[in-house]
């Protein structure tokens, strides 16, 4: 008796054994998941934020022609027609003189895309 009563606690025990198995199985599938669907989520917003975002944020090299307004020692300081002051080096110049000069502007300043969200703020805003 003491046989059949081991071979039935050890049927118990090997049906529990395999369940816990399958749960613990099934646990670690679901894991892979997750973690895939938040990867994806991931580079996803990356790569929306690098085709986006930059067109604004970049920097342009803009050349122009510049009005100086004072001469020091590291150059003369300008001011272009954007509204941006400019220290141009190596100049020559005087003040109220007009000169060419090559500086970085935020692309959103040239690509009129503030201005395009002012007017349609303004549209819903009476």
């Known amino acids: 008796m003491s046989a059949k009563y081991s071979s039935s606690l050890y049927s ?3 049906h529990l054994l395999r369940e816990k198995m399958q749960k613990i199985t099934q646990i ?3 894991a892979p998941v997750l973690k ?21 944020f970049v920097p342009t090299l803009v050349t ?4 100086v307004i004072a001469v020091t020692d590291y150059g003369c300081v ?10 141009v080096s190596d100049c020559n ?23 395009r969200v002012q007017e349609k703020l303004a549209m819903v805003n009476p």
């Open 36 to 56: 895939f669907v938040l990867i994806l989520a991931a580079a996803t917003s990356v790569i929306l934020v690098l085709t986006l975002a930059p067109w604004n």
């Open 93 to 115: 110049a005087k003040p109220g003189d007009v000169i060419s000069a090559t500086f970085y502007v935020p692309a959103r300043e040239l690509n009129g895309y503030y201005d």
């Open 12 to 14: 118990t025990f090997t």
């Open 28 to 30: 670690e599938k679901k």
């Open 64 to 67: 122009e022609d510049v009005s």
């Open 78 to 87: 300008a001011e272009s027609v954007t509204g941006y002051s400019v220290v």
